[in-house]
């Protein structure tokens, strides 16, 4: 099965610098991310932020209107990727070793809920990565993420 | 509880999952491959693996209280996902297992495969906090 997305190592010419809200036009409109339709919403030296809006397909309680605790996953893990190849400058291939998320309070009905991902420590091949969600106030976080990011090479 | 004591929530239906099997009296949930699922050109994205998990977890969790006879809700605490292998562009399962259903917390473990199930894709670890069902 072929879809229409396009390899990101052809996106970002070597020797460019990485630029998350660029990458993000193009990763956040294909595939799974294309799906949450994850949106660009900030970057740092060391950490990008994405939002996806409450969407009652994305409901995994109908009874309460709470989103799927994968919705926050998908998020964090698109974050805290994107936050590596930021601290970096470049993209490199790498892959999702864990993800751990630790749910505070459950994101009320409706609310859009971005993720900030962090990388804290880099390595030659491993990435490790903490990160947030909330709902608009990154002081009243609903979930706590850590990971680590192993780089595989050229196996994209 | 109004709704069918195994119809799959709306995120689940959204991503075309369904229940295929059992396996020890807790559902399997098998999840086709599509654009929707994707990450990186052919392969799964690890949200929507996760996703897998979690929908696997959350049927196996219901069916344990329900063969406890206990309509408690639960709520969730925390998960670690540990992603072993690339999924490949195919069809994908899932099975959770409550390894401790307490009165007030529960253990479940989530295991995702696609050819071989001693071959998981990715494991998921959950906690689960056990709310008894307010009176209406």
Same mark, same amino acid.
């Given at each position: 099965m072929a879809f229409g997305k396009p390899d990101l190592g052809s996106i970002m010419p070597k020797g460019a610098a990485f630029d998350p809200a660029l990458v993000n036009k193009i990763m956040g409109k294909f595939g799974h991310s294309g799906f949450l339709d994850m949106e660009y919403v900030g970057h740092g030296d060391d950490w990008v932020e994405l939002s996806v809006d409450w969407r009652e %397909? =994305?409901?995994? %309680?109908p009874e309460t209107g709470i989103l799927a605790s994968a919705v926050i996953i998908s998020l964090i893990d698109n974050a805290t990727s994107m936050s590596i190849w930021t601290k970096l400058g470049e993209f490199r291939p790498q892959v999702t070793m864990d993800l751990r998320i630790d749910y505070l309070r459950p994101s009320p009905s409706g609310e859009r809920v971005y993720g900030r991902g962090i990388c804290y420590h880099l390595t030659n091949s491993i990435g490790f990565v903490r990160g947030f969600a909330h *709902?608009? *106030?990154? %002081?009243?976080? =609903?979930a706590h993420a850590s990971g680590t990011f192993i780089r595989i090479g050229d196996r994209v | 509880m109004t709704e069918l004591p195994l119809a799959l929530p709306p995120y689940a239906r959204a991503l075309d999952m369904a229940i295929v099997d059992e396996i020890d009296g807790a559902p399997v949930i098998g999840m086709p491959f599509t654009d929707r699922v994707?990450? +990186? #050109?052919n392969f799964l994205h690890g949200g929507a693996i996760s996703g897998l998990l979690e929908i696997a977890a959350i049927a196996a969790i219901h069916q344990a209280l329900r063969a406890k006879g206990s309509d408690s809700a639960i709520k969730q605490v925390n998960v670690t996902v540990d992603f072993m292998r690339g999924g490949m562009s195919q069809m994908t399962f899932a099975v959770g297992e409550v390894t401790r259903l307490g009165r007030t917390m529960a253990n479940v473990e989530a295991r995702a495969w696609q050819d &071989? +199930? &001693?071959? #998981?894709i990715a494991m998921g670890y959950m906690h689960y906090l056990i709310k008894a069902k307010r009176p209406v």
């Open positions: %397909d =994305l409901v995994a %309680d *709902n608009g *106030n990154p %002081d009243e976080p =609903l | 994707q990450g +990186r #050109p &071989d +199930r &001693d071959k #998981p």
